[in-house]
């Protein structure tokens, strides 16, 4: 079965720092791997997907993801971050069809 | 285009009590999930429908939980005699179908189940 591990639960960065989130996967077939993100009671909201097209994917609200085979990673990173950033973030891969999800990361953005 | 609906968003109940939650995915998605999050933690399968046909279930999925997706359209989560450890997130997401393009799941908001 496929899977991912996201490394830290909890990361804190002040505002217009650096976002780095950590995902790595473990998969036998090439994956699809997928970022979301999750506010205070609300649903999940894609942030990117990566379907093998291109290696450095980017997604909304400034973020971008980077695939790398030979580390089997798929970190996320935001160059500057805001306030409106603090959130859980879920890394993911699809495992024909549903969705296998890591334990998420907490992110708080210090002002 | 409205999203994924999900009612109630809350439902506290005691223990033993059978509880239903409904979904209404967006409209033409023929692919309805269900997964469950516990606090700190990712969300996990339960189920998925391809159209009214249940195609898959997780062996989370207790015989005291069913699924249907009546038509094709909206789906029912039910949960007999509930028990503490059923108090979690229960989340549904749609997508269109098969293959990577059209399998974006989008999802709900979510119900919230406190099991007192």
């Known amino acids: 079965a496929q899977s991912v591990t996201q490394l830290g639960s909890h990361v804190s960065v002040s505002e217009g720092a650096l976002v780095l989130l950590r995902c790595n996967y473990s998969?036998?077939?090439?994956?699809?791997l997928f970022w979301y993100v999750q506010y205070p009671n609300q649903g999940l909201q894609l942030l990117l997907k990566y379907t093998s097209a291109a290696t450095l994917v980017k997604g909304i609200n400034g973020f971008e993801a980077e695939f790398k085979k030979s580390e089997t990673s798929f970190h996320l990173t935001k160059p500057s971050a805001h306030m409106s950033d603090a959130a859980e973030y879920f890394c993911?891969?699809?495992?024909?069809?549903?969705?296998?999800f890591g334990a998420g990361t907490t992110v708080t953005v210090r002002a | 285009d409205t999203g994924v609906s999900q009612n109630p968003r809350h439902k506290i109940t005691k223990r033993g009590q059978n509880v239903t939650f409904r979904c209404d995915p967006i409209s033409e998605h023929n692919r309805l999930y269900w997964y469950r999050q516990t606090l700190g933690q990712g969300p996990e399968f339960l189920t998925y429908f391809q159209n009214e046909a249940q195609l898959e279930k997780s062996r989370l999925l207790s015989d005291r939980f069913s699924a249907e997706r009546p038509k094709g359209s909206f789906s029912t989560l039910e949960i007999q005699r509930t028990e503490q450890g059923d108090s979690a997130m229960y989340l549904c997401?749609?997508?269109?179908?098969?293959?990577?393009?059209?399998?974006?799941?989008?999802f709900g908001a979510g119900t919230r189940l406190s099991v007192l």
């Open positions: 993911a891969v699809s495992d024909r069809g549903k969705l296998s």
């Open positions: 997401a749609s997508s269109q179908g098969q293959g990577i393009a059209k399998n974006i799941q989008y």
């Open positions: 998969s036998s077939v090439p994956p699809y």
